[in-house]
Nanobody
Framework: VQLQASGGGLVQAGGSLRLSCAAS????????MAWYRQTPGNQRELVAT???????NYADSVRGRFSISRDNAKNTVYLQMNSLKPEDTAVYYC??????????WGQGTLVTVSS
């Protein structure tokens, strides 16, 4: 299964973006799907997760502003990002973990928030 992330771009502070992560196959086999982000010189940071049952979790830095969701029919996971801040600027990666605990990564999509 391959993951294809899209939706990044340049936005002003306070604006919104929605990232999409489309899987080439069914996402039913993924227990966990997530979004990470990374800035130069830093480790990849977990932003949000969604379990197969729909439970979600967020990093403190984005809770209340970001929302992760999954559309099993479209084999896609979304990250709705509102009230964006310059510190949200990063390359965002989607991630999935299947029932055998194998990890899959999409290519990154760059989000740039200008002040």
């Amino acid at each position: 299964v391959q993951l294809q992330a899209s939706g990044g771009g340049l936005v002003q502070a306070g604006g919104s973006l929605r990232l999409s992560c489309a899987a080439s196959g069914s996402i039913f086999s993924f227990n966990v799907m997530a979004w990470y982000r990374q800035t130069p010189g830093n480790q990849r940071e977990l932003v949000a997760t969604i379990l197969s049952g729909g439970n979600t979790n967020y990093a403190d830095s984005v809770r209340g502003r970001f929302s992760i969701s999954r559309d099993n029919a479209k084999n896609t996971v979304y990250l709705q990002m509102n009230s964006l801040k310059p510190e949200d600027t990063a390359v965002y990666y989607c991630n999935a973990v299947d029932i055998f605990r194998r990890q899959y990564w999409g290519q990154g999509t760059l989000v740039t928030v200008s002040s």
